[in-house]
C-alpha cells in the first residue's frame, strides 16, 4: 500500500466505529416504538436520535469509506505513491472536526432536524457547518484524486486507466456535482437562518436543492460497491472480469443519470410541475440500464469463475461456485437485497405508483434495504479484501466472516421486510410512537416488533465485524504481495477514448442537470419573495 | 463500441426530447381540464405559478394580521425593558407587580416576548375579544407593546411546582389517534414553538377557560385554528389534566 496504509486504516476505523455507535441507535429507535417498550418520554430524544444515526450513516460513515478505499484504489491501481498525502490528512481532520462538530451538536439537543433538514425547520448553525466541513474534506479528496490520475497520465501517455480508479474517479465527480446542492441549501438558505440574519425561508426551493443530492449521494455510496462486484470479487472467487468495457460503460452511465433524477422524491410537493415529475420519472427509469449492465457483467463473470472449477451444464455451474468465500456469499447476498430493493425502487421512482406509498414506512424499508443491504454488505467485503494488505496480517477465521456476512443479511431483511408491509399498511415513516392501542394499529404492531429483532442482528453483525477488524491487528503476520484488481477476460481489448475519459460524461450530466433542474430553480427562486415561510427553530426548547 | 461518446450524446439528447414531448406536451394535452387553455395547462406541466399568467393577484386570507419578526426575537435594550416597566404599572391590578397574578389573570413574567405582544396586537384589532382586555390594549402603540412584551419577558418565571412523575399523557403523548399534538410539545417541558405560550404556573381557571374556549369556537385568534382544532378533540377530564398539570396542582 505504499505510503498511504495509515491514512487509508485512519478513515476506515473512524467510518467502522461510527458506523457501530450508529446501529445502537437505529435498534434503540425501534425498541422505544415498539409495543416492547413504552413511549419515549421526550420524543425529541427520539428525533436527536434519527438525526444522529442519519447524519453518521449517510454522510459520514460511507463518504469516509468511499474516501479510504478511494485512495487504496489510487495506490495500487496506479501502482504508484500517493500524491498530497498531507493534504488528504488534512482532509480526513476536517472530515473528523466536522463529524464531531455535528454530533456534538445535535446530542446535545440543538439541531433534531433529521438528516435531511427539513426547512423551514432549522437547528443551531453548528450542525450545518460540520456538515459542511464533512462535505469540504470530500472535495479535497476528489481533487486529490484527479491530481494523481492526472500525474500517471503524464507519466503513462495513452495508456489505458485501471478500470478500478476510472471507476473510483467517476464516483469522485459524480459526488463532487451532486453535493452541490445541499451545499447551495445549507449556504444561501438555511445557515443565514441559522446564524439569525434572515428569519424566513424557502422551504419550497430548499427542498428542490436538496433533491438535487439528494438522490445522486445513493450512487455515490454505491459506487465503491460496484468497484467491489467488477474488480474485487471476480479475482477474490479465482474467476475473469466479463468486459472491462461493459463495467465502465456501467460507471460512465451513472454519472450521467444519477443526477437529473432527484425531483421523484419530490412527487408531492406542490411547488414543482407535473411535466418535471414526468421527466425525472424517465430519468430515474434508466438507471435500470447501468445497474442491469452490471447484473448480467458480473453474472457473466461468476460464471467463468465457476466454469473455470469445473463447472458443467446450464445451471450446473452455479453448483461449482467457490460458496465458502466470503466474497462470493456476500456479492450473492448483496444481489439479492438489491433485486428486492431496486424492485420497490420501481414502485418509489414511479409518478403514479410512488403515492400509495409516500412518506410511509415503506420507504424507510427500501433505502435500508439498498443503502444499508446491498451496499453495506459490500463495504464489508473491502475492508476484508484490503485488511491483510493493509495491516500485513491475516484475517482471523473466515467461519466468523461468514457468519458476520449471514447475520447481516438475515437481520436487514428481518427489518426491513415487515417496513414495507407496514408501509403498505400505510404507516407512516419519521413517527416517534405508535398507539398499538387503537384498533386501527394493532393489527401492524407485530410488524415493528419483527424489526427489532432484526435489528438486534444487525447490531450483533456489526460488532462481531468490528471485532474481526480489530482481532486482525494481532493476527499471524504475512508475507506482503502487491494487491491486485480483477483481470478481464479480454485484458488487452482496446478501449474507446470515451471510456478512458470523462468528458463525454460529466458534460452529459451537467447538461442533464440543466435541463431537469435549471427551470424549477430559477422559476423558484424568481418567486423567493412571496414563498419564504417563517423559519420554525428547533432545540433548546424549555 | 468505438463511438460510443458519440451515442451517447445522440442517445440522451433523444431521450431529453421524446421524454420532453411526453411529459410537457402530450400528457398536458390528453389530460387536460377542459375549462383550461392549452397554453394553460403546458405551463401547468412546467409548474409556472398562476399567478404569472393572470394579471388579478390573490388576494391574501390573514387569520391574523400579527407578523412576528426578527425586532421580537433579537435582544431587547434596557432602555426597551425600563420603558416597558413604566407602561406595565396599568396592569398590576390583575397581572401582580411582578407579573405573578393573584387574580387568576395569566401570570406574564418569563413569558416569551412574542406571545405577550401577539395577543395585545389580536386585543387592539379585535381579533381577541375581552371586556378588560380590549379598552387596555385600544390606546397601545407598537412600540409600547414591544416593550411591554420585552419587560413581562426579562422578569423571572414563576417556578413549576409540577413533579415529573406525574405528567398527564396528554401533556406528554397528545393522542395520536384523534391527531392531537402533545401539549408539551409546544408549550413547554418537551419544546417550544414560536409564538406560542409557556404554560408552567399558569393559574388553573385560566388554562381551562380558555381550552374550553378554543374547544367551542369562542376564541379565533390562533392562526391556523391550531388550537381550536387540538383542544376541539380534548376529552373534558383531559382538559382538567392539562389545567392542572400546567397549574402546579396535582390532580
Not at chain 1, 447484473?295 to 461449482?320: D, H, N
Request: hydrophobic share 50%; proline share 6%.
Amino acid at each position: 500500500m505504499l505510503n498511504a496504509r495509515r491514512l487509508i486504516l485512519a478513515h476506515f476505523w473512524v467510518a467502522f466505529a461510527g458506523f457501530v455507535l450508529a446501529l445502537f441507535l437505529g435498534e434503540w429507535q425501534m425498541i422505544v416504538r415498539s409495543p416492547l417498550h413504552s413511549w419515549a418520554d421526550h420524543p425529541e430524544l427520539y428525533y436527536r436520535s434519527v438525526t444522529a444515526h442519519g447524519s453518521e450513516m449517510a454522510y459520514v460513515f460511507p463518504t469516509l469509506v468511499a474516501m479510504g478505499f478511494g485512495y487504496a484504489i489510487c495506490v495500487t491501481a496506479l501502482q504508484r505513491p500517493l500524491v498530497g498525502l498531507k493534504t488528504a490528512w488534512f482532509a480526513f481532520w476536517l472530515v473528523v472536526v466536522g463529524t464531531v462538530l455535528a454530533v456534538v451538536t445535535v446530542a446535545s439537543g440543538h439541531a433534531s432536524v433529521l438528516y435531511t433538514f427539513y426547512p423551514p425547520l432549522v437547528g443551531h448553525a453548528g450542525y450545518y457547518v460540520g456538515i459542511v466541513l464533512v462535505v469540504v474534506g470530500s472535495w479535497i479528496w476528489v481533487a486529490l484524486l484527479t491530481v494523481n490520475l492526472r500525474a500517471w497520465r503524464r507519466d503513462n501517455p495513452g495508456a489505458k486507466v485501471p478500470l478500478a480508479m476510472f471507476a473510483n474517479v467517476a464516483g469522485a465527480y459524480l459526488w463532487a456535482w451532486t453535493a452541490v446542492g445541499a451545499a447551495l441549501e445549507i449556504l444561501l438558505q438555511i445557515l443565514p437562518v441559522a446564524f439569525h440574519l434572515r428569519t424566513t425561508i424557502d422551504a419550497g426551493l430548499a427542498r428542490v436543492l436538496f433533491s438535487w443530492t439528494l438522490h445522486a449521494i445513493v450512487y455515490f455510496w454505491l459506487v465503491p460497491t460496484y468497484i467491489a462486484y467488477y474488480a474485487i470479487v471476480p479475482r477474490a472467487i479465482g474467476g475473469r472480469l466479463y468486459s472491462d468495457n461493459m463495467a465502465r460503460l456501467s460507471f460512465a452511465l451513472f454519472l450521467v443519470f444519477a443526477m437529473p433524477i432527484g425531483i421523484h422524491h419530490l412527487f408531492t410537493d406542490p411547488m414543482v410541475g407535473s411535466g418535471l415529475k414526468v421527466m425525472h420519472t424517465f430519468f430515474t427509469a434508466m438507471v435500470t440500464v447501468p445497474t442491469f449492465l452490471t447484473i448480467f457483467t458480473i453474472c457473466a463473470s461468476v460464471e467463468i469463475a465457476s466454469r473455470l472449477r469445473g463447472g458443467r451444464g446450464a445451471f450446473g455451474w452455479v453448483k461449482a461456485l467457490p460458496w465458502g468465500n466470503p466474497a462470493m456469499l456476500a456479492l450473492v447476498f448483496s444481489f439479492v437485497m438489491l433485486g428486492l430493493g431496486g424492485a420497490g425502487g420501481l414502485i418509489n421512482m414511479s409518478y403514479q405508483l410512488n403515492s400509495t406509498i409516500h412518506n410511509t414506512q415503506w420507504v424507510t424499508g427500501h433505502f435500508h434495504l439498498i443503502f444499508g443491504g446491498a451496499i453495506v454488505i459490500m463495504y464489508f467485503v473491502i475492508a476484508y479484501d484490503l485488511w491483510p494488505q493493509l495491516t500485513g496480517r491475516a484475517l482471523g477465521s473466515l467461519q466468523l466472516v461468514r457468519l458476520q456476512l449471514w447475520l447481516w443479511f438475515i437481520g436487514m431483511l428481518t427489518v426491513t421486510l415487515p417496513w414495507h408491509l407496514a408501509g403498505l399498511f400505510s404507516m407512516p415513516r419519521r413517527m416517534a410512537y405508535f398507539d398499538y392501542s387503537s384498533a386501527a394499529l394493532a393489527p401492524d404492531a407485530w410488524t415493528v416488533t419483527v424489526s427489532v429483532i432484526g435489528g438486534a442482528l444487525l447490531v450483533a453483525s456489526g460488532v462481531l465485524f468490528v471485532y474481526i477488524l480489530a482481532a486482525a491487528h494481532f493476527g499471524a503476520r504475512i508475507k506482503e504481495e502487491p494487491y491486485r484488481f480483477s483481470v478481464a477476460l479480454h485484458e488487452h481489448e482496446p478501449v474507446p477514448a470515451a471510456l478512458n475519459g470523462f468528458a463525454v460524461w460529466f458534460s452529459l450530466m451537467i447538461a442533464l442537470t440543466l435541463v431537469n433542474y435549471g427551470f424549477p430553480i430559477w422559476q423558484l427562486m424568481q418567486l423567493k419573495t412571496t414563498t419564504a415561510v417563517p423559519a420554525v427553530y428547533v432545540g433548546g426548547g424549555e | 463500441m468505438r463511438r460510443i461518446g458519440l451515442w451517447g450524446v445522440v442517445g440522451t439528447a433523444i431521450l431529453v426530447i421524446v421524454g420532453g414531448l411526453i411529459a410537457y406536451v402530450w400528457i398536458p394535452h390528453t389530460q387536460r381540464d377542459p375549462n383550461e387553455s392549452m397554453f394553460a395547462a403546458w405551463c401547468r406541466a412546467w409548474g409556472v405559478p398562476t399567478s404569472w399568467l393572470t394579471s388579478a393577484p390573490v388576494a391574501p386570507q390573514p387569520s391574523s394580521d400579527v407578523v412576528l419578526d426578527h425586532r421580537l426575537l433579537g435582544k431587547p435594550t434596557a432602555y426597551d425593558v425600563g420603558h416597558g416597566a413604566t407602561l406595565a404599572l396599568r396592569c398590576t391590578m390583575c397581572h401582580g407587580p411582578t407579573g405573578i397574578s393573584y387574580a387568576n389573570s395569566p401570570n406574564l413574567a418569563g413569558q416569551y416576548a412574542a406571545v405577550v405582544y401577539k395577543q395585545l396586537r389580536d386585543y387592539k384589532s379585535g381579533i381577541r375579544a375581552n371586556a378588560i382586555m380590549t379598552p387596555m390594549a385600544s390606546n397601545l402603540s407598537e412600540t409600547d407593546m414591544r416593550q411591554l412584551a420585552f419587560y413581562y419577558a426579562s422578569l423571572p418565571r414563576p417556578q413549576a411546582a409540577h413533579l415529573s412523575a406525574a405528567v398527564p399523557a396528554i401533556v406528554k403523548w397528545g393522542a395520536p389517534m384523534r391527531n392531537i399534538a402533545p401539549c408539551g410539545s409546544c408549550h413547554g417541558d418537551v419544546d417550544h414553538t414560536q409564538a406560542s405560550p409557556w404554560l408552567g404556573g399558569e393559574p388553573e381557571s385560566y388554562i381551562r377557560t380558555e381550552l374550553i374556549a378554543f374547544a367551542s369556537g369562542a376564541r379565533t385568534n390562533d392562526i391556523n385554528a391550531q388550537m381550536r382544532n387540538m383542544a376541539h378533540g380534548l376529552s373534558p377530564n383531559e382538559i382538567e389534566e392539562a389545567a392542572a398539570y400546567y397549574a402546579g396542582t396535582h390532580p
